[in-house]
């Protein structure tokens, strides 16, 4: 069994559904809310740990209520939290979600406790995953002190230290991400996996297109999470040695089937779960 190490974010999601998503400017009412464990570091950490990985989480949540309920299923799926820091005036980070019928969404995040996230002691891994929801120095210092395998999933865009780009064995964006960072991506010397949502993923080394996927037919319904699942099983899949092209089937497959279940916990799926899609 190999052993992630994610360092991120930890939200707690207030997701509503509603019929339409709204323009700028535009009151859409008639949503249904319900709130969810999130929080791109956390996601896929727990991920992760479905797929099969043994995982630790190094995250900061506030000392409130919201973290209790925010850390609930990792602690129920068993992701190692002993590196898990509670903020003493922060409040854990929330994120306002709506989602359409479609399963298309808009996300606001407020970070609290995970802007201030910083790292001391990084514990022995055989992969790290790291997102841009902490402070991208945060990334940059355990970038440079980590030995195994990196991935950078430089999400949400945003102003990265070059070494992270130079570090990174595997960056992750999606095409709007991709094109936001344009040529500063050229930096990475590892593999550099696109997603397209349902038009499936790309994933190139050094310009050279390695391998492509799409993911298999779903009743889609709430795509929150299945990028973060992606990003999750994909570093497992390479870790765990399988081939270029059989590491993006199996994230593709685990992506799609993150956005048949509502919220984005809930619906990341087990091991079982994407080999019956495979």
């Known amino acids: 069994m190999s052993h992630i190490l994610v360092v991120g974010s930890v939200n707690l999601d207030f997701s509503a559904s509603v019929s339409r998503l709204p323009a700028a400017g535009e009151t859409v009412t008639g949503a249904t809310l319900e709130r969810f464990p999130g929080g791109k570091g956390a996601n896929q950490a727990l991920a992760a740990r479905r797929l099969g990985a043994d995982v630790t989480l ?16 990792l602690r129920e799926g068993q992701v190692d939290l002993a590196h898990c820091v509670v903020h003493p005036a922060a409040p854990t980070g929330v994120a306002l979600i709506s989602v359409a019928p479609s399963g298309e969404n808009h996300i606001v995040v407020a970070p609290g406790a995970n802007a201030a996230l910083t790292v001391d002691e990084l514990p022995d891994a055989d992969a790290l995953i790291c997102q841009l929801e902490v402070p991208g120095d945060t990334v940059a210092d355990i970038a440079g002190r980590f030995e195994g395998f990196f991935c950078a999933n430089l999400a949400p865009a945003t102003e990265i230290d070059v070494a992270v780009l130079t ?9 709007t991400e991709a094109a936001w960072y344009g040529d500063s991506l050229r930096a990475c010397g590892g593999l550099i996996a696109t997603t397209h949502g349902a038009a499936g993923a790309e994933l190139r080394k050094d310009g050279e297109l390695l391998a492509t996927a799409r993911p298999p ?4 319904i709430d795509s929150t999470g299945a990028g973060d699942t992606f990003t ?13 092209r059989g ?10 089937k993150a956005t048949t279940i509502r919220g984005a916990q809930p619906s990341l799926p087990t091991r079982k779960d994407v080999e019956a899609l495979l």
């Open 58 to 73: 190094i995250a900061s949540v506030g000392d409130d209520a919201t973290a209790g309920e925010a850390l609930a299923l």
């Open 167 to 175: 570090r990174a064995d595997l960056i992750v964006v999606n095409e």
């Open 217 to 220: 037919a779903v009743d889609a």
């Open 232 to 244: 999750a099983a994909l570093t497992v899949a390479l870790v765990e040695g399988m081939s270029p």
């Open 247 to 256: 590491a993006l089937e199996f994230a593709c497959a685990a992506g799609a």
